[in-house]
């Protein structure tokens, strides 16, 4: 079955306790990217890969690094977490980000890993 | 940076009811896709639109591309309980940056 997995689904630790949050797709996608959700603010884009080894940042990545070694797989690491980072993290992929028409900018999220940092 | 506002932020309705959501840019927009979140859920892919004034269906839902592509909806015939969620527009205008509006939560009431 196609799909974008996360782990953990659910996580609370301590502020300043380094963590990853892995992601992982089996479609042999190009693009990856990590979004928080926060109420009233929907979705907002943390970090992008257009491909192995390029990475940028999107609208919020302060706190956040990201690695893209292999295709498949696209960690996002928290190395000192703090409480304002308390949300819920989506990951998705889609085919490649351009080619409108074709819908292979179309996104595939994962089911989401809610963290929560005392 | 580019932003796309959506509205309403909640809306309640009865089933059978008619439920419509806005987005809105203030920029020409090169594409807009519409997701839907179930609650507790992930935002799943509905559609895109592409061109000027387009219209497409899919069974009670009806989305608009406005024609100088800076707004779209996203309209549902008599509503279901199945209906329920929060529904977002994004756009990535062919970029690599995802930019999604703040969603529309809807209720519907049996």
């Known amino acids: 079955e196609a799909q974008v997995t996360q782990n953990p689904r659910y996580l609370i630790t301590v502020t300043g306790k380094k963590l990853t949050v892995t992601c992982s797709q089996n479609m042999n996608h190009e693009y990856m990217s990590w979004y928080r959700q926060d109420p009233g603010l929907g979705l907002r884009q943390i970090y992008y890969?257009?491909?192995?080894?390029?990475?940028d940042k999107g609208d919020v990545p302060e706190g956040y690094k990201v690695s893209r070694k292999e295709k498949r797989n696209f960690p996002l690491i928290l190395e000192s977490p703090s409480p304002n980072q308390t949300s819920l993290y989506f990951c998705?992929?889609?085919?490649?980000?351009?080619?409108?028409?074709?819908?292979?900018?179309?996104?595939?999220f994962g089911a989401g890993s809610r963290l929560t940092v005392l | 940076g580019q932003q796309v506002m959506q509205i309403p932020q909640y809306q309640h309705v009865q089933e059978g009811e008619d439920f419509t959501t806005y987005c809105n840019s203030s920029?020409?927009?090169?594409?807009i896709q519409w997701y839907k979140q179930r609650p507790g859920g992930h935002p799943v892919f509905l559609i895109q639109l592409v061109k000027s004034g387009e219209v497409k269906k899919q069974k009670r839902l009806t989305f608009q591309f406005g024609e100088a592509k800076k707004n779209s909806s996203l309209h549902i015939t008599a509503t279901q309980t199945t209906d329920v969620g929060t529904y977002f527009c994004a756009v990535n205008s062919g970029t690599y940056k995802y930019i999604f509006g703040t969603g529309t939560r809807l209720k519907v009431l049996a």
């Open positions: 998705a992929s889609s085919l490649s980000s351009g080619f409108l028409s074709s819908g292979a900018n179309v996104l595939t």
């Open positions: 920029t020409t927009l090169s594409n």
């Open positions: 890969s257009m491909n192995v080894e390029v990475t």
